[in-house]
């Protein structure tokens, strides 16, 4: 197993398409829509397993000392195989050795329970994502 940044242009295609078949195409939203302003400055992460894309994360640096993880996502067929942990815990090591205690993210409704297994807190219920999903925005401080 190999976690990093995708490097060719195949990777980043994989890399967008797993983030759109996970997190947009169920949700009816158009491709292109698994993209946003901050992935120029985001900071990518992809597992590779035997050469194949199966998580994805991308890690943002929200505010001073404070990194938000977004756009987690894990193949279909890989779920329940710890790949979900084990890219949180690259992004919250990354996070730690950047510098900053805490790590927020939006979590959708039926995510909480996972994240509350990392350690991750709710902090407040926030938004309704494309009018669909229940988000809350969690926390995990260092």
């Known amino acids: 197993m ?3 940044s995708p490097k060719t242009a195949a990777e980043w295609i994989d890399y967008y398409d797993l983030r759109y078949r996970i997190l ?3 949700l009816f939203q158009p491709q292109g829509s698994e993209k946003n302003d901050g992935d120029s400055s985001g ?3 992809a597992i590779y397993n035997s050469g194949k894309l199966v998580a994805i994360t991308r890690l943002d640096q929200a505010e001073d000392f404070i990194s938000q993880v977004r ?3 894990v193949e279909s067929g890989c779920k329940g195989k710890g790949y979900g942990k084990t890219i949180m815990k690259h992004a919250e090591e990354f996070s730690k050795a950047q510098g900053n205690r805490k790590m927020i993210l939006q979590a959708r409704e039926g995510a909480v329970k996972f994240y509350q297994s990392l ?3 709710v ?3 926030t938004y309704l994502l ?3 999903i229940q988000h809350y925005k969690m926390e995990k401080r260092y």
Do not use: N, S
């Open 71 to 73: 756009f987690v996502a």
């Open 123 to 125: 902090i407040e219920k």
């Open 2 to 4: 190999e976690i990093r």
């Open 130 to 132: 494309f009018g669909q």
């Open 24 to 26: 947009r195409k169920p």
């Open 43 to 45: 900071i990518h992460l």
């Open 119 to 121: 350690g991750y807190k």
